[in-house]
């Protein structure tokens, strides 16, 4: 669980420092520099450890709903706004639940009252007041970023392959199918500014290859289910870190917000 709060810590901290770089970058380019250059600087580390083929297949599947997770999330907060996006897709947790419900699988009722109050938590925190805003087209990639999220974890989980190895294949699978995008937009990438290329530079590193990779370490022995709820730590720590960094102050909802996931992730502790 360790390995999925500090991931989570990393994403809150990302989009403290970054977050107005981002909105300058057109989600175009940023994903597939994001999966391009994520996947180069693992590339050594899949060749000196190539996967096991008996968990190629499984890793496509990493891939693909990484490669989903990623752009429907930025597609979304490009239709919307980022609170309605990071809300959309932190539905993960409750999607997993609802699935382990619909197999059957027993869960007990604190594990399940712990779902809810991290769902109303994070709504708080990261919606609040304001509600909810956008389209459908803007919600539908929200909810598709969810479920991607969701299988993300659930392909993810039980990996033998090593995390930052499985990492940079997903990637890999990210950067393929993006790079056609990427080569329709080559102008809007030269067009990038150096603070522009620090900020993706910060979001592949510290935003990418080190927080998904703990995150797969992490998910490789905890449940899908309870992995996507720890990640939820990620608005709960960008509100903190956006405090003193950003001078943006915490609303009394949000530090209610913040409370009730903390709590709904303990009720969920094995």
């Known amino acids: ?5 500090l991931a989570a810590l990393l994403w809150g901290l990302g ?7 981002m909105r300058e970058i057109p989600p175009e380019v940023l994903i597939p520099l994001r999966f391009l250059l994520s996947f180069l600087l693992l590339l050594p580390l899949v060749l000196a450890r190539p996967p096991h ?10 891939g693909l709903a990484l490669s989903g997770a990623q752009a429907f999330y930025y597609l979304a907060i490009h239709a919307t706004t980022v609170a309605t996006g990071i809300f959309l897709q932190y539905l993960a947790p409750s999607l997993l639940t ?12 604190r594990a399940l009252f712990g779902v809810g109050l991290a769902l109303l938590g994070a709504y708080l925190l ?15 990639y929200g909810l598709l970023s969810a479920v991607s999220f969701a299988a993300y974890a659930a392909f993810a989980h039980g990996l ?42 910060y979001l592949v590193t510290l935003g990418t290859v080190v927080p998904f990779g703990l995150f797969l370490l992490g998910v490789r022995t905890l449940p899908a289910r309870t992995a996507t709820l720890v990640a939820m730590l990620e608005p709960l720590s960008g509100a903190l870190f956006a405090w003193p960094l950003a001078g943006e102050p915490l609303r009394p909802e949000a530090l209610l917000g913040g409370f009730l996931i903390l709590l709904g992730v303990a009720l969920n502790r094995r």
């Open 1 to 5: 669980m360790s390995y999925v709060a």
């Open 15 to 21: 989009g403290a420092l970054a977050g107005r770089f």
């Open 53 to 62: 083929p008996t968990e190629r297949r499984r890793l496509l599947g990493v």
């Open 98 to 109: 609802l699935y382990a419900l619909l197999k059957g699988e027993r869960l007990p009722g």
């Open 126 to 140: 990261v919606v609040g007041p304001e509600g909810l805003r956008g389209g459908a087209l803007g919600v539908a």
């Open 160 to 201: 033998r392959t090593p995390a930052f190895v499985a990492l940079g294949v997903a990637t890999g699978v990210g950067a393929l199918l993006s790079l056609p995008v990427l080569g329709l937009h080559g102008e809007k990438v030269l067009a990038l500014g150096p603070a522009q290329w620090g900020a993706v530079a």
